[in-house]
């Protein structure tokens, strides 16, 4: 009689963590995509950066709206092959349905600066802030903390030209 009553005790316990685990979705876009895919739940679904390398001197940057069964439901793609290069870690999202992208870009002159880019839901860019660090340095990715809706910080770490000196970093930008 204990033994039946310690199998039901593991049956159940083996069900309760069962029903825990529930996959909502489990889809697959069909776009080469590297890591650093920061991703951002909205009202009516989430909001997704999608980072594809293409050769060394280009990252292009896709963001995807997906409703709340993962369906993509747009897709717009930022840069220009052979001179932008997007790492994308943050995404906020600020009043009237805009979001914001953040962390670092380097352009065709292989400068690596922090950026704020603010989208709207048909995923057109509405301004980018790019800053460029102390001279001598370049801006390894950060994270980005929305302070308001009219003003940013990007923090991140700064190495020299030849990556060995590296400090903190901190810009702050208005949005006008």
């Known amino acids: ?27 697959q876009y069909h776009m080469y995509a590297d ?9 009516d679904g989430y909001i997704v950066s999608l980072l594809s390398t293409y050769s060394f001197s280009t990252k292009f940057m896709t963001v995807m709206f997906l409703n709340k069964q993962g369906d993509s439901v747009l897709a717009k793609t930022y840069g220009d092959y052979n001179k932008d290069y997007f790492q994308t ?4 999202q600020g009043e009237d349905s805009v979001y914001y992208f953040a962390s670092a870009y380097r352009d065709s002159t292989n400068s690596n600066n922090n950026f ?30 929305l302070i308001s809706q009219k ?15 590296s400090d903190g970093f901190i810009a702050k930008y208005d949005s006008n």
């Open 116 to 145: 704020v880019m603010k989208v709207n839901t048909a995923g057109d860019s509405l301004w980018m802030r790019q800053g460029k660090p102390p001279m001598g340095y370049h801006f390894s990715a950060g994270y980005t903390n």
């Open 89 to 92: 870690y943050s995404i906020m």
């Open 1 to 27: 009689m204990i033994y039946n009553r310690k199998y039901l005790l593991f049956l159940m316990a083996c069900w309760c963590n069962c029903a825990l685990a529930q996959v909502t979705f489990n889809k």
């Open 151 to 165: 003003q940013f910080v990007v923090a991140g770490q700064i190495l020299d030209t030849a990556f060995v000196d």
């Open 35 to 43: 890591a650093f895919i920061p991703v951002l739940e909205t009202n």
